[in-house]
């Protein structure tokens, strides 16, 4: 079983953190510190506990926020030389997002500097809501950075749904601000910094479809493979949702001479077990197409509606006249996202987005046939 996130802060981590800050400021109280941020520790989850050591921080760091980044900053690895690194830096994160602010530009650099030793991806986002116009006007001098990981920071510090973060209502409602960024980093030589892009703008295609849809189709044309890869990854939720601009931007277009059949090989399935199905197409005009196939299941809820989930399937290209079978399982057992209801689903084909067949199936649970 994989050790509980929680514990990547742990009590030798803050005795390791107070020998990096105390090797760069003699007048740190290295053992008020150690105390402060382990008291409890144990009892805390990760983010409560990553808190704790932040207010240890702001205990025995000067309260003069420039003399204490200066500490912070000297602190970080240098030329081989061990220092503050990795989830050490998850505090000083919360340390600069709660003390740095009234120092925008020092904040800034300070996270720029940690960030090729962590990330500072949660720390820049205080900065950011609180002066956007003046964060970006720092942060877009990042996209030429020789380090990768300021590269990246440009793009994922300003993401704007980004996971277990700050969300930033201002890109929610407006992302215009940070395509700029998103643009000079898509050709990136560094496929962890063009990945980043592409997670940005799938999160702009959840509120604003439209606006990366033709993004997309301004970025396409005479696109290398590596930013194509780009672009498809970044289009995901799109395609997912048969969007048809996003589709027609990678040549799915909708095809009306196809024909769709689809066949289960088993009309029940026992929890634990999977659900066997065929789908042939048939191309039945007079030009070749490309086809994206997904399929869709919809899963009984405890209400007894339906809640589709889509699955990526395969995709193909066929001439005129040309048919292709593809047989699948998709397997029906415990999942940690997901809790499964017995009775009738529903599985549906989607062809370039279309639904194009479906048939019902139904889920037995095990407790059902008990006794």
């Known amino acids: 079983m994989p050790e509980p996130l929680k514990n990547l802060l742990h009590e030798a981590l803050a ?25 409890g520790l144990a009892t805390l989850e990760l983010m409560e506990r990553s808190a704790l050591i932040r207010d240890a921080l702001f205990a025995t760091l000067p309260g003069d926020f420039p003399e ?6 000297a602190s970080l690895p240098a030329s081989g030389s061990p220092g503050l690194s990795g989830w050490m830096l998850l505090p000083v994160n919360q340390f600069i997002a709660a003390r740095g602010l009234d120092h925008f530009d020092l904040g800034l650099d300070l996270l720029k500097a940690l960030t090729p030793h962590f ?3 949660f720390g820049i986002r205080p900065f950011m809501h609180r002066d956007q116009p003046r964060a970006l006007a720092v942060i877009s ?16 510090g300003t993401r704007p749904r980004l996971p277990w973060a ?36 799938n999160d702009i295609a959840k509120d ?10 301004g970025h396409i044309d005479g696109a290398s493979s590596e930013r194509r890869r780009l672009l498809k990854h970044a289009s995901r939720t799109l395609l997912k949702k048969g969007h048809a601009k996003a589709l027609a931007n990678f040549g799915f277009d909708a095809a009306a001479a196809l024909r769709c059949e689809l066949r289960l090989l088993n009309g029940e399935v026992m929890f634990g077990e999977g659900l066997d199905f065929e789908i042939r197409l048939t191309n039945a005009g007079e030009v070749e197409h490309a086809l994206m196939i997904d399929y869709a299941i919809h899963h009984v809820k405890a209400d007894g509606s339906l809640s589709p989930k889509v699955f990526k399937c395969k995709t193909i290209t066929l001439a005129p006249g040309q048919s292709q079978a593809i047989e699948r399982r998709h397997a029906m057992r415990p999942i940690t996202t997901r809790r499964y209801y017995p009775g009738e689903h529903r599985i549906a084909i989607l062809v370039n987005g279309a639904e194009s067949a479906s048939e019902s199936f ?10």
């Open 362 to 371: 139904v889920l037995r649970m095990p407790s059902m046939d008990a006794g």
């Open 208 to 217: 604003h479809p439209d606006m990366v849809a033709a993004f997309i189709a």
């Open 141 to 156: 001098g990042w996209v030429n950075d020789p380090d990768q990981h300021v590269r990246r920071l440009a793009s994922e």
């Open 119 to 121: 990330t500072a991806e």
């Open 166 to 201: 700050m969300r930033l209502p201002q890109l929610v409602k407006d992302p215009a601000p940070i395509l700029p960024i998103l643009t000079a980093l898509m050709d990136d030589p560094e496929d962890y910094v063009r990945r980043s892009v592409a997670n940005s703008l």
């Open 15 to 39: 005795g390791d953190m107070a020998d990096c800050i105390a090797a760069n400021a003699p007048s740190f109280d290295r053992n008020h510190f150690v105390a402060l941020a382990t008291d």
């Open 68 to 73: 204490a980044a200066a500490i912070l900053k």
